[in-house]
């Protein structure tokens, strides 16, 4: 009923860019806050920025200066630009949203498959 679908992943040099999207669809009244979290091989998942629906944003220091959160309220979408990525920023990137469902009078986070980012010469 709610689904996140991310695209954009894939592989890329030193140094290179990739944009990260992320599309909510389904019953969907209100995104609260949209973010991007990763997970590399042997490591826990962290967080690597959030917007709220005003736009305030949030990033984890290992990015700040060469990622971009932004979002496209009116598409359910989120995006992640990232530039200047360095091998140690391979990892599955996870799109997630604290949205509220029409059916459910809460606010409930939600979570999209991952797409893998591969960052090697």
């Known amino acids: 009923q709610v689904q996140l679908v991310e695209s954009g992943g894939g592989f890329v040099q030193p140094g290179g860019s990739l944009r990260l999207s992320c599309a909510a669809s389904?019953?969907?009244?209100?995104?609260?806050?949209m973010g991007w979290y990763r997970q590399a091989p042997g490591q826990q998942r962290e967080l690597v920025a959030t917007?709220?629906?005003?736009?305030?944003?949030n990033y984890t220091d290992s990015v700040k200066g060469r990622f971009t959160i932004s979002r496209a309220n009116a598409k359910n979408t989120a995006y992640l630009q990232m530039n200047s990525l360095r091998p140690e920023d391979t990892a599955v990137y996870y799109c997630?949203?604290?949205?509220?469902?029409?059916?459910?009078?809460?606010?409930?986070?939600?979570w999209g498959q991952g797409t893998q980012v591969t960052v090697a010469s």
């Open positions: 997630t949203a604290y949205l509220l469902a029409n059916w459910y009078p809460n606010y409930e986070n939600y």
């Open positions: 389904g019953s969907i009244l209100s995104i609260s806050t």
């Open positions: 917007i709220t629906v005003a736009g305030k944003t």
